[in-house]
């Protein structure tokens, strides 16, 4: 059984580009949450899908934005990228959108450098 | 807003012996859930051990267990017989349970190193 799926692993672009990430999930989970870990920091939570539609958000504004296919499957994508998103981007999936699901199994992260 | 807060950017611990590690957290809430990740060099977050709010057993998972204190908002991770694999960032994380959302606040992390 595959676990959460990320692609790609690393990715290099410039100021001012665009970037889509991808996002598989553990098979029979049907919820996607994304994160951005800045080196040597925490994981901050950018937002949840779940039926494809945006469930949950935190503190980030519009340039990151995402989409969840009827498969599960989800994307995030960046616009008008800054130096400060470079960071390592983490797809998390879990089977289900709240409540008293606990369980959420992570993806290895997307590498991102804006330069 | 919920916060999480580890105070000790890094701890070194022999092989074979104990290590805790600290993790606070800020909330107005009664019901929620707490988790200690681990990550690796691979970056794959791996999950510790977790502990409802309601439960006030302590979690326990093989070497690895908690120290769970409601009402001082603190919640540490004990490894014991530290292994050389058990080496690497460890995140402590907070979730209150929603319909619709489960978000996990995380603090900034702790560095274990394992010396053999």
């Known amino acids: 059984d595959a676990g959460v799926t990320q692609s790609p692993t690393h990715l290099i672009k410039t100021r001012g580009q665009q970037v889509t990430l991808r996002c598989s999930p553990k098979?029979?989970?049907?919820?996607v949450s994304w994160y951005q870990q800045a080196l040597g920091q925490g994981p901050q939570f950018i937002f949840q899908?779940?039926?494809?539609?945006?469930?949950q958000r935190g503190n980030f504004p519009d340039r990151f934005s995402g989409h969840q296919f009827p498969n599960y499957s989800s994307e995030l994508n960046v616009n008008a990228l800054l130096l400060g998103d470079s960071a390592l981007y983490l797809c998390?999936?879990?089977?289900?959108?709240?409540?008293?699901?606990?369980?959420?199994?992570f993806g290895q992260g997307t590498r991102l450098t804006v330069v | 807003a919920q916060t999480v807060t580890q105070s000790q950017p890094e701890m070194s611990v022999q092989e074979a012996e104990t290590v805790t590690l600290s993790c606070t957290y800020d909330?107005?809430?009664?019901?929620?859930?707490l988790f200690w990740y681990k990550q690796p060099p691979s970056r794959q977050m791996i999950l510790v051990i977790r502990?409802?709010?309601?439960?006030?057993q302590n979690a326990t998972e093989n070497r690895f267990s908690v120290n769970f204190q409601k009402a001082a908002k603190s919640f540490s991770l004990k490894i014991s017989d530290s292994q050389l694999g058990d080496a690497a960032m460890y995140f402590c994380?907070?979730?209150?349970?929603?319909?619709?959302?489960?978000?996990?606040?995380f603090g900034a992390g702790t560095i274990l190193r394992v010396k053999s």
């Open positions: 998390a999936s879990s089977p289900g959108p709240g409540g008293l699901v606990t369980e959420a199994f």
């Open positions: 098979s029979g989970h049907d919820t």
């Open positions: 899908y779940y039926e494809e539609e945006e469930r």
């Open positions: 909330t107005s809430e009664s019901d929620y859930y």
């Open positions: 502990q409802e709010a309601y439960k006030q």
């Open positions: 994380a907070y979730r209150k349970p929603m319909e619709y959302g489960n978000k996990l606040v």
